[in-house]
């Protein structure tokens, strides 16, 4: 089994992760950054895929 790309980018702040979840009266474990980093990654890798496939170089609001 291949391992899985690691992204290259954080994409995701952690302060704004961690406000949000005390907004909601919840606490964000440590492993949880890297799950959202790598679901925002696969989203994007998607969302260009679909982007190169209509033969554009933006990536636009329906391509998500």
Request: contains cysteine.
């Amino acid at each position: 089994m291949a391992k899985a790309k690691k992204p290259k980018y954080t994409f995701a702040v952690k302060k704004a992760v961690q406000d949000y979840a005390r907004e909601n009266k919840m606490m964000v474990g440590s492993d949880s950054y890297d799950a959202i980093n790598n679901a925002i990654y696969n989203m994007l890798t998607e969302a260009s895929s679909r982007c190169k496939a209509n033969k554009r170089k933006t990536l636009k609001a329906y391509d998500f």
